[in-house]
T-cell receptor
Framework: AQSVTQLDSQVPVFEEAPVELRCNYS??????LFWYVQYPNQGLQLLLK??????LVKGINGFEAEFNKSQTSFHLRKPSVHISDTAEYFC?????????????FGQGTRLTINP | GAVVSQHPSWVICKSGTSVKIECRSL??????MFWYRQFPKQSLMLMAT?????????EQGVEKDKFLINHASLTLSTLTVTSAHPEDSSFYIC????????????FGPGTRLLVL
């Protein structure tokens, strides 16, 4: 079974500074990887995903992530954050198996942008 | 595209009553929908996988007789919390998988349930 670890539960950053949210996973098979963002009292919005191909994935709102198979990581980055990026961020993985793949989520990282 | 709606967004009910939550994929067909539960400041926990026209598959520890799931069409799945109790109070979120097979789940805005 796969698992996801988000190494930081909270990340405070000043506005316009760069940020990296870390995500590591474990799985015995190939996986798909996702980052979702959740604003207060809302559902999850897909930021970006890695299915195959280029290991550097660009998403919405200026975010990008890099899949590193050897380190089993999928860290999320943004070169310059904005106040509106304050939210909870979830890394998720699903295994490349037949049928309806289930998503397994990390514990979440609360990103707080300070002015 | 890929919009998922949930109704209602908020519901308050008395202990012992049943509550139905709807999840709709608005602009795509979803052969598979998922139901999650999220407690405050925690991650999402998968409750069940719902496939159109067949019985839902429940995760270990989730009572299928308490959380009834129906997926009657390619755009609608419902979750009914039967005989709700205060411990059922939570944030319930559904997601729908794009039927073309692209491995992506799109999430609804969630339903906050408060059982008094």
């Amino acid at each position: 079974a796969q698992s996801v670890t988000q190494l930081d539960s909270q990340v405070p950053v000043f506005e316009e500074a760069p940020v990296e949210l870390r995500c590591n996973y474990s799985s015995s098979v190939s996986v798909y990887l996702f980052w979702y963002v959740q604003y207060p009292n809302q559902g999850l919005q897909l930021l970006l995903k890695y299915l195959s191909g280029s290991t550097l994935v660009k998403g919405i709102n200026g975010f990008e992530a890099e899949f590193n198979k050897s380190q089993t990581s999928f860290h999320l980055r943004k070169p310059s954050v904005h106040i509106s990026d304050t939210a909870e961020y979830f890394c998720a993985v699903s295994e490349r198996l037949g049928g309806a793949q289930k998503l397994v989520f990390g514990q979440g990282t609360r990103l707080t942008i300070n002015p | 595209g890929a919009v998922v709606s949930q109704h209602p967004s908020w519901v308050i009910c008395k202990s012992g009553t049943s509550v139905k939550i709807e999840c709709r994929s608005l602009d795509f067909q979803a052969t598979t929908m998922f139901w999650y539960r999220q407690f405050p400041k925690q991650s999402l926990m998968l409750m069940a996988t719902s496939n159109e026209g067949s019985k839902a598959t429940y995760e270990q520890g989730v009572e299928k007789d308490k959380f009834l799931i129906n997926h009657a069409s390619l755009t609608l799945s419902t979750l009914t919390v039967t005989s709700a109790h205060p411990e059922d109070s939570s944030f319930y979120i559904c997601s729908a998988r794009d039927w073309t097979g692209v491995e992506t789940q799109y999430f609804g805005p969630g339903t906050r349930l408060l059982v008094l």
